[in-house]
Nanobody, 122 residues
Framework: QVHLVESGGGLVQPGGSLRLSCAAS????????MGWYRQASGKQRELVAA???????NYADSVKGRFTISRDNGKATVYLQMNSLKPEDTAVYYC????????????????WGQGTQVTVSS
């Protein structure tokens, strides 16, 4: 059974930084693509960043240059380093896993985490 657990969310001032972590189990982690999504209140969930099993990375235009996705296969963990945070980054952030980036693009997932709240406010 796929199990994804996010951590690292919280309240931060504009311009600040946070690092989210997502620990995975129940999957062959090194083979899977991993992604971070977010859903702000009243809005649809959107892809923030994704990383393939070959370390290819995709980012939403709104976070390019500010967010960095990375993975540690030995720890079965994916990270999202978020810098220069803005109030519009406020959302619940979810971790997801998929067989590949292409499958992720087709909306095919093996599992989702429960989400972690990120609030950017002064």
């Amino acid at each position: 059974q796929v199990h994804l657990v996010e951590s690292g969310g919280g309240l931060v001032q504009p311009g600040g930084s946070l690092r989210l972590s997502c620990a995975a189990s129940g999957i062959f982690f090194s083979r899977n693509a991993m992604g971070w999504y977010r859903q702000a209140s009243g809005k649809q969930r959107e892809l923030v960043a994704a990383i393939s099993n070959g370390y290819m990375k995709n980012y939403a235009d709104s976070v390019k240059g500010r967010f960095t996705i990375s993975r540690d296969n030995g720890k079965a963990t994916v990270y999202l380093q978020m810098n220069s945070l803005k109030p519009e980054d406020t959302a619940v952030y979810y971790c997801a896993t998929s067989p590949s980036l292409a499958a992720m693009g087709r909306g095919q997932y093996d599992g989702w985490g429960q989400g972690t709240q990120v609030t950017v406010s002064s």
